[in-house]
């Protein structure tokens, strides 16, 4: 299998301010310009009310935007909503779907992420779609079974394959400074791969679920693991950039 060029994502949840947020895209730039050519690909997904000021922040650098969610709809009576188009507008290149925080506490199913994808794809994002197990899943034993059923629902018939990244996210993981041993992250992800088929050669396959600057250089070492989706650690210029170097 080619090597594939390594995805690096920073999901700021719902995290930062005005300042605190362009501050943190302007250390995270000035990082990637002293490096520069980068060896890896690196998104910044930043709340909504952030994205225009990060785009500004990071205008000519090698960092690209991203979104942390959109709806299926291009446009309509969704007051709060926001559709894949308006983040294209924004220059978004990417945004995160069906994260477990939107399964769980939104109770979106994997029939709507799919179409969000189906959205995303037509506004011309390349959507990240979430899949992960719980806790009680794991302890079951039916982690394959849940994670191969998940990616083939959550996405659309008409996909673009070429326009596509997994993300594979424990639910019980997330935030909690557990985490899979990264044998077990590789074998999941040739599930992943299995499961989309002939795309599973050329899909990136990245790993989120407490991915920190301790943990990264063992993850990056499993060739199956293409890159990162970073939460919390991501909110550190240096703690992200760490994770970031361990990819190459």
């Known amino acids: 299998m080619a090597k594939r060029r390594r995805l690096i994502v920073a999901n700021w949840k719902m995290h930062g301010r005005l300042t ?19 060896e890896f690909d690196m998104v910044l997904c930043p ?30 009576a969704y007051t709060g909503d926001l559709s894949a188009a308006m983040f294209t507008d924004l220059g978004c290149r990417y945004v995160i779907v069906g994260h477990s925080e939107r399964r769980s506490q939104h109770g979106e199913s994997s029939e709507l992420v799919a179409k969000k994808v189906e959205a995303a794809q037509l506004a011309g ?5 979430c899949v992960g197990e719980t806790a009680e899943q794991l302890q079951s034993g039916s982690t394959g079974e849940i994670i191969r059923q998940q990616v083939i629902a959550s996405l659309p018939e008409n996909l673009k394959k070429g326009q596509l990244v997994i993300a594979y996210e424990p639910i019980w993981a997330i935030g909690t400074g557990q985490q ?5 992250i590789a074998a999941v992800h040739k599930i992943i791969r299995g499961a989309l088929g002939a795309a599973g050669e050329i899909v990136p396959v ?10 990264a250089l063992a993850l990056f070492q499993e060739h199956e693991i293409d890159g990162a989706l970073v939460g919390s650690a991501s909110l550190n210029s240096d703690g992200f950039w760490a994770i970031a170097e361990a990819s190459r």
């Open 20 to 38: 605190s947020g362009v501050t943190l895209a302007r250390d995270i730039v000035e990082k990637a310009e002293a490096n520069k050519p980068l």
């Open 47 to 76: 709340p909504a009310t952030l994205i225009w000021s990060i785009g500004e922040a990071i205008a000519g650098s090698p960092i690209l935007l991203g979104a942390q969610d959109c709806h299926t709809a291009t446009h309509g």
């Open 125 to 129: 994002l390349t959507p990240i779609v």
């Open 180 to 184: 899979p041993a990264p044998r077990d």
């Open 206 to 215: 990245i790993y989120g679920g407490s991915v920190a600057p301790l943990n």
